[in-house]
């Protein structure tokens, strides 16, 4: 059985920073791509950075310079450095895995979501 382990989220003051993490547990032969989604009160679930196997990064326009994406893929473990946090940035930040092959999944992957990690900013 696969789970995504995420850790790192907490309150910081504007301008601070954050360093979250998610491991997949669990046998796994591969992960296509893995990333961060985040949901604010009231708003959709957004991505926030994805990153594929091979190290091709992709960052919503709001993050792009403060927030950087990066993964070990011997861990199976993908991180995200948040500097210079914004108030805008408080939400729930979910991990996800994409296209990953363990035991009884589709020959393409299946999906995983973590159960989340709470990043409040305050201004």
């Known amino acids: 059985q696969v789970q995504l382990d995420e850790s790192g989220g907490g309150l910081v003051q504007a301008g601070g920073s954050l360093r979250l993490s998610c491991a997949a547990l669990?046998?796994?032969?591969?992960?296509?791509?893995m990333g961060w989604y985040r949901q604010a009160p009231g708003k959709q679930r957004e991505l926030v950075a994805n990153?594929?196997?091979?190290?091709?990064?992709n960052y919503a326009d709001s993050v792009k310079g403060r927030f950087t994406i990066s993964r070990d893929n011997a861990k199976n473990t993908v991180y995200l450095q948040m500097n210079s946090l914004k108030s805008e940035d408080t939400a729930v930040y979910y991990c996800?895995?994409?296209?990953?092959?363990?035991?009884?999944?589709?020959?393409?992957?299946?999906?995983?979501w973590g159960q989340g990690t709470q990043v409040t900013v305050s201004s």
């Open positions: 996800h895995a994409d296209g990953l092959l363990t035991y009884g999944s589709s020959w393409w992957g299946d999906e995983y």
């Open positions: 669990g046998t796994i032969f591969s992960i296509n791509a």
């Open positions: 990153i594929t196997r091979g190290g091709n990064t």
